[in-house]
């Protein structure tokens, strides 16, 4: 049928698919062995009948989809602990500018708690606004970025098989948001005790 219809005497390909995905190699080792029969070869020479496991290809693609999303939470981690120490500074700069306020809620009888409370949660204000604008963007940016192509071309998909997607993952936004509670604490911490730790007397007469 294949000489007549397109007056070739061999194909240039055969495309076969196994019953289950872990039997591609068994699938391969048979289909070669009848090759091998049939043809007169050895069915180890890879030379004689190149060979082309779609199965080993998508393994491949996972290994380096997973390779690339533990490089982009490195860089995340770091953007956040890059941030946390913004974030730090602009509270040291805040209990250096409201000294005076901070000896006045001391004076009229504000405990160490509660002014520890109070800059913690300005720290955390802070850290989660700026993290909740930041996936509101990465959400709209990863939505107008259309797919990138690696192996589209190949496996010839209608649904972008084997593309690079930027999608935003609930998952990844839940440890983020955690990561975030964390920077806020940690980084609040240090001015919210420095402000508590304050002399009313002296914060009052601060200039």
């Known amino acids: 049928m294949m000489r007549l219809l397109r007056n070739q005497r061999d ?9 289950a995905p872990e039997l591609h190699l ?23 009948v190149p060979s082309w496991d779609t199965v080993a290809d998508s393994a491949e693609i996972m290994q380096f989809s997973t390779a690339l ?4 939470g490195i860089i995340g981690a770091m953007t956040l602990g890059v941030g946390g120490v913004g974030v730090m500074n602009i509270m040291l ?11 006045l809620l001391k004076a009229l009888g504000a405990r160490r ?21 930041g996936m509101i963007v990465a959400v709209i940016v990863a939505y107008l970025i259309p797919p990138m192509p690696l192996y589209s071309d190949i496996y010839k998909t209608a649904n972008h098989e084997g593309d690079i997607l930027l999608r935003a993952s609930p998952t990844i936004m839940l440890v ?23 002399d009313p007397v002296v914060a009052l007469r601060h200039e």
């Open 11 to 19: 194909p240039d390909s055969i495309v076969f698919q196994p019953s």
């Open 26 to 48: 068994k699938a391969l080792q048979a289909v070669r062995a009848v090759l091998a029969q049939r043809h007169h070869f050895d069915p180890k020479d890879d030379k004689a």
């Open 69 to 72: 999303d533990l490089l982009l």
């Open 93 to 103: 700069v805040s209990v250096t500018e409201r000294t005076r306020e901070i000896g």
């Open 113 to 133: 708690k509660d002014i520890l409370t109070q800059f913690l949660l300005e720290s955390l204000t802070l850290t989660f606004l700026a993290g909740f604008i």
């Open 176 to 198: 983020s948001f955690a990561i975030l509670a964390a920077v806020g604490v940690i980084s609040g911490l240090l001015p919210a005790v420095r402000a508590s730790r304050m």
